[in-house]
């Protein structure tokens, strides 16, 4: 493969990378979320009901916080989760909110 084929190949990686960032779907995905609310049972996940009344699924919990506790979640974006059969908040950090 010569010189030129390389900067090519690698000028079309940026760009893939460029149009995927740019999309509203990605752009989403990539946004870090911050919800607080109350822990509760999902249908196959743990789920946060924020303090909106709005009910999100959850990636998981750690195990030092049960169903019923008021928490703040951070997480990266959202995800398909097989074991979950829907989206879920990818969650990176929980704590106890007041």
């Not at 010569?2 to 000028?11: K, S």
């Not at 109350?38 to 049960?66: K, M, N, R, W």
Request: proline share 4%; with cysteine.
């Amino acid at each position: 493969m010569g010189r030129h084929d390389e900067r090519t190949q690698a000028q079309r990686r940026q760009h893939r990378r460029s149009a995927v960032a740019s999309s509203p779907l990605a752009a989403l995905s990539m946004c870090a979320v911050i919800l607080t609310g109350q822990l509760v049972p999902g249908v196959e996940c743990p789920a946060l009901q924020t303090d909106e009344g709005e009910t999100i699924a959850l990636s998981h919990i750690p195990g030092t916080f049960a169903f019923g506790d008021r928490v703040t979640v951070t997480g990266s974006g959202y995800g398909g989760s097989m074991s979950c059969q829907q989206e879920v908040l990818l969650v990176t950090t929980v704590e106890a909110a007041e």
